[in-house]
């Protein structure tokens, strides 16, 4: 028997394949010369799909921004989930996870976010359309560090939100310095990040 789409199935499944256009479009032309125009195209829609969906191009990145914070940071929970305890050799296999998922990533992807945040910068209107948006993505991930930090009995020191906030404004920073100046930074800020949790 063929299975049946339900109305809200196939709006999940537009959407998806909106920001998966999206994604590739941004990632070739960049935020500023996107247009809907273009990554409605790519999507095989129309312009008018992607505002039934999302309403601006501001929220289409942010949506795939969400994604990819879910996607990088779940990619990170399973490495996490398999420690016991943190030391030199936990932290060791964290940072060679993350450079693996920045070299998957690109550093295209990397500068994506930079040059989104000086969009919102220079566009103080779009960086209020957007403020509830970014506080929801930090949110989500503010709750799975604590799910992280929970398992493993830690505590951190620092509230979640703000945690979360560090991490979302410099892991772009550290996979581009990384990659720019040829050097690897993703270890020592790990033992940063790891200074706002006191391990059991």
């Known amino acids: 028997m063929v299975e049946r789409w ?6 999940d499944h537009t959407r998806s394949l909106l920001v998966d256009a999206a ?3 941004f990632a070739e032309k960049g935020f500023t010369q996107a247009t809907l125009d273009d990554i409605a195209y790519a999507a095989g829609f129309t312009k008018g799909a992607i505002y039934k969906h999302f309403g601006t191009k501001e929220d289409l990145f942010l949506a795939v921004s969400d994604r990819h914070w879910r996607r990088y940071f779940d990619d990170f929970a399973e490495v996490i989930s398999a420690i016991t305890e943190v030391g030199a050799r ?4 964290v940072a060679r996870r993350w450079r693996q998922l920045s070299r998957e990533r690109g550093a295209e992807h990397a500068a994506l976010g930079h040059e989104f945040t000086l969009y919102l910068l220079r566009n103080p209107e779009a ?15 503010a709750e799975s560090i604590m799910e992280g930090i929970d398992r493993i009995g830690g505590t951190l020191l620092i509230p979640a939100l703000t945690f979360a906030q560090v991490l979302i404004a410099t892991s772009d920073s550290v996979v581009l310095g990384s990659r720019l100046d040829d050097v690897d930074l993703y270890r020592p800020v790990l033992e940063m990040y790891m200074s706002f949790i006191k391990l059991p």
């Open 23 to 25: 994604e590739e479009v």
């Open 90 to 93: 936990e932290l060791d296999e």
């Open 6 to 11: 339900t109305r809200e199935r196939r709006r």
């Open 127 to 141: 960086r209020q359309r957007v403020e509830a948006k970014r506080l929801e993505v930090a949110e989500a991930l």
